[in-house]
């Protein structure tokens, strides 16, 4: 793995009215690898998510994007450093009035002047890639909780990004489906060199997916390392939080 930075996000302060988010946040996203971003319910941990895409802006810091700090872009501008990324919404956000085919295809259609015939290419390609040949004509309420999931993927993946988002991928799933989507996580990142980072609670999938986890506590990350450091790490709020000794808040 390379260690070129893809992401660099910079003492950043973020805070929404008197509840303060992030306070002084930092954090180098390598090329390539899979970082998941630990800590508790009300952390900032998807707020991070929405600074990356430029959904949120911090009220001071950078966060640089391949080289370009999108905090002071306008929203045209945001519109290209977008498309380099995909993103797994929590509940996989499909539309339910369009089928599983418009569902894929809709990032395609809105963003690309691509002919019909390559879209429905690209969109057969991505469902097989999810291991899902085949549901096109489905209705996102003919499929079941995992099944969404991998659908939200297969069109995460339609503009063939180079950074992957995953917003609590494996929240309300049974363990089959949380094997399959950890699973597929990491089948991204090895065929197609993807970089993700990955915002959960689940402490097992992290260590499963995980290149680097990254810990955020009390408005900070307090921790960057590997598995195995993290494991290791002497951080007692970390510990705790790793071998389950904390409660859902961050306290």
Partial sequence: MQDEIIIDIKDVYKSFGPKEVHLGLTLSIKKGENIT??????????????EITGLLKPESGDVIVEGENIVPMEETD?????????????????????????NVAYPLRENTKMPENEI???????????????IEDKMPSDLSGGMKKRVG????????????????????????NISRINQLIRS??????????????????AFEISDRIAFLYHGKIIFTGTVD???????????????????????
């Fill in 37 to 50: 971003v630990l800590g508790g319910s009300g952390s900032g941990k998807s707020v991070l998510l929405k």
């Fill in 78 to 102: 945001l519109v290209s450093v977008r498309k380099k990324m995909g993103m797994l919404f929590q509940g996989a956000a499909l539309f339910d009035s369009l089928t599983v085919e418009e």
């Fill in 120 to 134: 429905r290419d690209m969109v057969a390609r991505n469902l097989e890639l999810v291991g899902l040949p085949g």
């Fill in 153 to 176: 993927l297969a069109r995460a993946m339609a503009m063939n990004p180079r950074i992957l988002l995953y917003d609590e991928p494996t929240t309300g799933l049974d363990p089959p």
């Fill in 188 to 205: 991204m990142q090895a065929q197609f060199g993807i970089t993700a980072v990955i915002i959960t609670h689940d402490v097992k999938s």
């Fill in 229 to 251: 450091e993290a494991e290791k790490s002497d951080i007692e709020v970390l510990s705790d939080f790793i071998h389950g000794r904390l409660s859902g808040a961050d306290e």
